[in-house]
């Protein structure tokens, strides 16, 4: 099975680094066309755009839905369509309990802003505008978390993956008729920036013992399934979540 992109046009949003990164090379090996999109490290989306045949650099703080609206129009204007969709960019604020809760609240909603209501009005975008061209495709990536649930200090990113999770699954049932599918990848502990917090306190060793396999997840062990997702070879499988967590969590 080969698998041919050539003259789609995919938006990856946080393609500067970790797994977007890994998408964004992903899609331009498949031969797609990439929207790089990038929050605020411009250098590190240039070195990945740099390493596409075809690319095109996007900037927007998706804390802002201002900027996040913007950046489809800009999308759409550099790209001419867009045939793809993937909310990959994300943060993990920890939150303790114990913080002030004026604290406890901005984390809260930053990591609302960022991981659900920015998925959320770049979804509705693409609807408008797939529904428009007679179909399209949304990945999203959002987290185990959402179905397995994340430690006290991260309530709110739980939170906000499941949202992105029914998010998903009410386009997948209530768009299909018009030609778009979209799906919920849930990836596990994965090594990243997001991910070195926590291996730098606790160790590489205590993140592989959760694991079935004997090594951590890499961005680049995520981004194949995602590529798929976008090719049209799956999309029967409207509305499924893919678990990527190394056998960490199976449900
Ligand atoms: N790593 C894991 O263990 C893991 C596990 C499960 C799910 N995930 C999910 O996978 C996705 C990617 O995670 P990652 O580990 O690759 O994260 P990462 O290395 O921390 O990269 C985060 C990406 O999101 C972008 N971003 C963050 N805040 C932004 C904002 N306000 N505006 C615009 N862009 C913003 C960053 O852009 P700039 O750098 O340009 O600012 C960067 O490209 C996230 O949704 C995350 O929740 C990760």
Not at 95 to 124: F, I, K, Q, S
Not at 210 to 228: N, S, Y
Request: aromatic share 6%.
């Amino acid at each position: 099975m080969k698998i041919d992109l050539s003259g789609r046009n995919v938006l990856v949003t946080g393609a500067s680094r970790g797994i977007g990164a890994a998408i964004a090379r992903a899609f331009g090996e498949a031969g797609a066309r990439v929207g790089v999109h990038y929050g605020a490290r411009r250098g590190d989306a240039e070195a990945v755009a740099a390493n596409l045949a075809h690319a095109v650099l996007l900037k927007a703080d998706l804390a802002d839905p201002g900027e996040t609206a913007r950046l489809w129009d800009d999308a759409e204007a550099a790209l001419g369509h867009v045939d793809v969709l993937v909310n990959n960019a994300g943060v993990a604020l920890q939150a303790p309990l114990a913080a002030a809760e004026a604290d406890w609240l901005a984390a809260w909603e930053r990591t609302m802003a960022v991981n659900l209501t920015a998925t959320g009005l770049l979804c509705r975008r693409a609807l408008a505008h797939f529904e428009a061209r007679g179909g399209g495709r949304i990945v999203n990536i959002a987290s185990r978390a959402a179905f397995r649930g994340d430690t006290p200090d991260y309530l709110a990113y739980a939170a906000s993956k499941g949202g992105m999770a029914a998010l998903t699954r009410s386009i997948a049932r209530g768009f299909g008729k018009a030609g778009i599918v979209a799906f919920t990848i849930a990836p596990g502990f994965t090594r990243t920036d997001m991910a070195q917090e926590f291996i730098d306190a606790y160790g590489e060793d205590f993140a592989v013992k959760d694991l079935a396999l004997d090594r951590l997840t890499e961005p680049g062990d995520v981004a194949p399934t995602v590529v798929f997702l976008a090719s049209g070879l799956a999309d029967h499988a409207t509305g499924a979540t893919i678990d990527i967590n190394a056998g960490s969590y199976v449900r």
